[in-house]
């Protein structure tokens, strides 16, 4: 009976251990590559002027049918195109009422057809919007209880757990905290990825030059720091990357136990001259497409440049600076940007986490640097993604997504 019951103990033990798969430089183990194949390209260049989407933040998202559904940032609505890119309407549009946004830094269709929306404008208490299959608004809820408030959300399959930028007010030791967390669906905090203090903005201040410098230099030593990646996949397993290690963990969809440990030994990327250059002129976009205009007598490309040389960026850059996880299990880590034209360099892992190699995407189309949020999303075999051509001008992408085997 003794040995019976050692038998199971171990056999237990065995099933839910979890497993680490190690990754040298080079595949080992590589059986194919992944291919993107262009299928479809539109955008502001073909589009009425009334459906223009010229912010770079947006974000575009499918639904099982193919039609497209692009957030479009700076007008604050949520446009819906058909698979061949012609338009269809306006979903949602900017206001107060229910529904409507204010801000829309967030917008997402779930596998389960329905779509999540989050509704927030700058230090504000953020709205979570719901919509069913038809697209018709149902509810909004407000993360409250006193933790960390999400201010935007890459959700999983049935938003059961998103992930997103966090903020803490703490007004008795005038500090904002903020951070990159793992929230479940009723917002409370499952995970936190990374977190950062500083000094509260001095909203009596608006307009002193030396308080938003001071902001600046905190927030450019935050995000050098590793903040962090999170992923999800279809049967809504959670991915987490260590940014400063290399190091994934793939937990089960109730986020109770670690499945897989995926590294991988490879040489830091250090920070060049053009990723300096390309990091102030990226801040001196953002804030001219920012609700604050009179900012950009403030944000001038030498303010800028100041504030990155006063926060002392550390040499190398994160070893992870995006997680996502296509379809069919293939599991992307984003490992580096050229900055002279938005190359990304995106490493690529089996289901089982053996490392197939390196593909690479144009036009920052795997990522958003500056939000830190996905710019790609997956459905149908297809990859929808946003892309700035060389006239400056957004554009919608769509890829076929496709293994090619190895020879």
């Known amino acids: 009976m003794k040995w019976t019951v050692s038998v199971l103990f171990f056999l237990s033990l065995n099933i839910f251990a979890q497993k680490t798969v190690t990754n040298g430089p080079v595949p080992i183990n590589a059986s194919y590559t992944l291919s993107f194949v262009e299928e479809l390209r539109f955008g502001s260049g073909e589009a009425e002027d009334h459906y223009l989407f010229a912010n770079d933040n947006s974000t575009v998202t499918a639904d099982s049918e193919g039609n497209m559904y692009v957030a479009d940032v700076a007008n604050v609505r949520v446009l819906v195109f058909d698979p061949t890119g012609k338009f269809l309407r306006v979903m949602a549009k900017k206001g107060e009422g229910?529904?409507?946004?204010?801000?829309?830094?967030?917008?997402?269709?779930?596998?389960?057809?329905?779509?999540?929306?989050?509704?927030?404008?700058m230090m504000s208490i953020p709205r979570f919007y719901y919509f069913d299959e038809n697209m018709k608004f149902v509810e909004q809820k407000l993360p409250m209880g006193g933790g960390p408030v999400a201010g935007n959300a890459y959700f999983n399959r049935d938003a059961g757990f998103f992930f997103g930028f966090s903020f803490k007010v703490d007004m008795e030791n005038q500090k904002l905290e903020l951070g990159w967390c793992l929230f479940r669906g009723d917002f409370t905090l499952a995970k936190r990825l990374s977190g950062y203090k500083m000094p509260l903005p001095n909203f009596a201040k608006m307009g002193d030059p030396a308080m938003w410098k001071e902001q600046m230099v905190h927030r450019f030593k935050y995000g050098s720091s590793g903040l962090g990646a999170c992923a999800f996949d279809k049967q809504g397993r959670i991915y987490l990357g260590d940014a400063l290690h290399y190091r994934i963990t793939r937990w089960d969809p109730?986020?109770?136990?670690?499945?897989?440990?995926?590294?991988r030994k490879c040489k830091p990327i250090h920070y060049s001259q053009e990723d300096t250059d390309a990091l102030v002129e990226n801040v001196v976009d953002q804030v001219l497409q920012s609700p604050l205009p009179q900012l950009a007598q403030i944000f001038t490309d030498s303010f800028v440049r100041q504030a990155v040389d006063e926060a002392d960026l550390p040499p190398t850059k994160p070893r992870i600076q995006g997680l996502l996880v296509t379809e069919a299990g293939d599991i992307l880590v984003l490992r580096d940007i050229r900055a002279a034209n938005g190359e990304q360099m995106v490493d690529v892992f089996d289901p089982k986490g053996y490392y197939q190699g390196e593909v690479t995407l144009p036009n920052n189309a795997f990522?958003?640097?500056?939000?830190?949020?996905?710019?790609?999303?997956?459905?149908?075999?297809?990859?929808?993604?946003?892309e700035v051509d060389e006239n400056g001008d957004v554009q919608v992408v769509r890829y076929r997504v496709e293994r090619v085997k190895r020879s």
């Open 98 to 121: 229910p529904g409507e946004f204010r801000g829309i830094p967030s917008f997402q269709i779930l596998d389960n057809g329905k779509a999540m929306g989050v509704d927030q404008v």
């Open 254 to 263: 109730e986020f109770t136990r670690e499945e897989l440990i995926i590294t």
């Open 367 to 386: 990522f958003n640097p500056f939000q830190y949020m996905p710019r790609m999303s997956f459905r149908n075999g297809r990859a929808y993604t946003l």
